[in-house]
């Protein structure tokens, strides 16, 4: 279905407003700058057309996402799982697109369904259209909306309020692990376009053998605030402010990115890192064809110490305090999603780290070929000048009901020339091939997953251009020279509560210095002393109510490693970890 001219125009207009914002955003310290941001925001809400409330980025990790994913594989929605975090109204608008084929439906189905609609309340319009007086509850529970701790509404602002508070008990490794949490979480919309979010939680383990440094699991990585012999405190706050219309949503925020298909990490983005701030576009022109773009802000964790300076505390050796810095860095990314028929959805993007100066210009242009920009940059400075480019592709295809197949090609390095000869060696690439399978029996799911990463993806010789953030990878947690199999098959007994058992093995090789990354002939796959990790496991949940979590899980493993340097021993051999779960809130 075509846009019309004044369609067009009317979104080219949106979008070189946002680029201005983007452009204006390289130096935040000239107060004209600051100034000009804030007229051209007020521009943007001007031109705009009315799209509802919208803006609100629902977290990754929302039992929301398996829903759809569940629905798409069966073949009652044609939806995509490449790109994560999604906004409220995008997933109402799947949810609403379910509720046209109830026939479809299981009887716990049409029962999730309803759960979620509930979820998403206030995204259907024909339950707050002509609404105007303002509601304040606390603690109160609404006849067709979820509970929470506290909520305000009325016909231009509505905000919602609840706590986080979580606890987990168990052996990892054999080892005792106890950890709780609190924090809150927060989201909010304002007229009929702009909306946000923030969530926080503070963090406190306690365990015989605690892994400050989450290499080796698919855990999210940490920054300690405070550690002694058997505990440490971290911190995790996310957040966000957005504009969502009907051809464009841009915002600004900090928080989590899903990049690519995969169903235990990801190639491209996963939750592997920490969170970093970004700015994020997304362009929605036709039904055919979706545009992504991000720029974050990583933590280097690479001392900058020509920086450094003394501050006025003194230390007890007649010396001071120094202000440390790190050295700046970057990231850019986009990528080009077309549905080239129903459940048949192709991608195709890019992505560069950058550091120690910057923002720079040319990466905060969305539309424009990072390489090549790397490329002006570069100039005639030579091969210490440039950044840490890639390019990715992502395919799903679900030409069979109740199947879907997908894969994801992430390269780092690739010669043509040399891949014609059969050489190999320098071909730097990552990918992940799986399939999902869903309600061959009623409720019952299967998931099969390979992932492959040779030698050198992600990494390169300039420390400050490595793909991390925080010294955490970025994309999927095995890291480079290594490979896994995972399998999993599920099954949801009643609405709400699901159990799964799943299998994977891993695969490493060793690492040497980066210099060999530029030597031909290169490494082969699985170079150097291995190490070898099989994990077979059991899971049940159960929400109850809304945002209620009951987790109960248990894994065996068997560990070894020709590295005795790499692996703690109380990980090696066969090993235990099984624990409980109890938490509100994310």
């Given amino acids: 279905m075509k846009m019309s001219i004044l369609k067009v125009n009317k979104l080219l207009v949106q979008l070189r407003l946002i680029f201005s914002t983007v452009g204006f955003l390289l130096n935040l310290r000239n107060p004209n700058n600051?100034?000009?941001?804030?007229?051209?925001?007020?521009l943007i809400l001007c031109n705009f057309s009315s799209y509802s409330q919208g803006g609100v980025y629902v977290n990754a990790n929302n039992t929301v996402y398996e829903f759809l994913e569940k629905m798409n594989t069966k073949g009652v929605?044609?939806?995509?799982?490449?790109?994560?975090?999604k906004t409220r109204y995008e997933i109402f608008d799947y949810l609403s697109e379910i509720k046209n084929s109830p026939t479809q439906l299981t009887k716990i189905e049409r029962q999730e369904l309803d759960w979620y609609f509930k979820e998403f309340f206030y995204e259907n319009r024909n339950n707050i259209v002509g609404t105007a007086d303002s509601k304040l509850m606390f603690l109160k529970v609404p006849k067709?909306?979820?509970w929470n701790f506290f909520e305000y509404y009325d016909s231009t602002f509505h905000i919602m309020l609840n706590p986080i508070i979580g606890a987990s008990y168990g052996l990892i490794y054999n080892q005792t692990n106890l950890k709780r949490w609190t924090g809150l979480s927060t989201y909010f919309s304002l007229g009929e376009n702009w909306g946000g979010n923030f969530n926080y939680r503070d963090n406190w383990e306690k365990g015989d053998h605690l892994l400050q440094n989450k290499i080796f699991t698919d855990e999210t990585g940490i920054e300690v605030i405070k550690s002694s012999e058997d505990n440490i405190e971290y911190s995790d706050v996310n957040g966000s402010v957005g504009f969502e219309s009907k051809y464009v949503n841009?915002?600004?925020?900090?928080?989590y990115f899903n990049w690519g298909s995969g169903n235990r990490s990801q190639l491209i983005l996963s939750d592997k890192a920490p969170s970093f701030p970004y700015i994020r576009l997304d362009i929605k022109p036709v039904h055919w064809m979706r545009f992504y773009y991000i720029h974050g802000f990583l933590n280097s964790r690479i001392p900058d110490s020509s920086a450094y300076y003394n501050t006025q505390l003194p230390n007890s050796d007649s010396t001071y305090v120094q202000r440390k810095i790190d050295r700046p860095k970057f990231y850019a990314a986009h990528i080009l999603e077309f549905k080239i028929k129903k459940r048949i959805i192709f991608s195709i993007g890019e992505s560069v780290v950058y550091s120690d100066q910057g923002p720079r210009a040319g990466y905060l242009i969305p539309v424009i070929f990072f390489r090549l920009v790397d490329h002006y940059y570069e100039g005639t400075g030579g091969f210490g000048k440039g950044s840490n480019s890639q390019i990715f592709f992502d395919l799903n295809v679900g030409l069979l009901k109740k199947f879907n197949f997908y894969g994801t090609l992430f390269v780092d390095e690739f010669s043509l020339s040399k891949f014609l000869k059969g050489n190999h060696d320098r071909d730097h690439i990552g990918y992940t091939l799986g399939v999902n399978t869903y309600d061959l029996l009623p409720n019952f799911g299967f998931t099969a997953e390979y992932?492959?990463?040779?030698?050198?993806?992600?990494s390169n010789f300039v420390q400050t251009q490595t793909y991390e953030n925080s010294n955490y990878l970025m994309g999927h947690y095995i890291g480079q020279n290594s490979d896994q199999l995972y399998l999993k098959s599920y099954y949801t007994i009643?609405?709400?509560?699901?159990?799964?058992?799943?299998?994977?093995?891993?695969?490493?090789?060793?690492?040497?210095?980066?210099?060999y990354q530029y030597k031909d002939p290169g490494e082969e796959f699985l170079y150097g002393k291995r190490r070898i990790e099989s994990n077979i496991g059991v899971n049940i949940s159960y929400q109850p109510f809304h945002d209620v979590f009951i987790n109960g899980y248990y894994t065996f493993s068997d560990i070894s490693d020709e590295d005795e340097n790499r692996t703690p021993n109380y990980q090696l051999g066969n090993t235990s970890s099984y624990g409980?779960?109890?938490a509100?809130?994310?």
């Fill in 584 to 586: 509100y809130g994310f």
């Fill in 77 to 85: 929605i044609d939806y995509s799982k490449v790109i994560m975090p």
């Fill in 34 to 42: 600051i100034k000009a941001i804030f007229i051209v925001l007020i």
């Fill in 451 to 458: 992932t492959r990463i040779r030698p050198w993806v992600y």
């Fill in 250 to 255: 841009v915002a600004i925020g900090k928080d």
């Fill in 580 to 582: 409980i779960t109890v």
């Fill in 494 to 515: 009643l609405r709400g509560l699901n159990a799964s058992v799943w299998y994977e093995h891993i695969r490493r090789g060793g690492f040497d210095p980066v210099e």
């Fill in 144 to 146: 067709d909306d979820r």
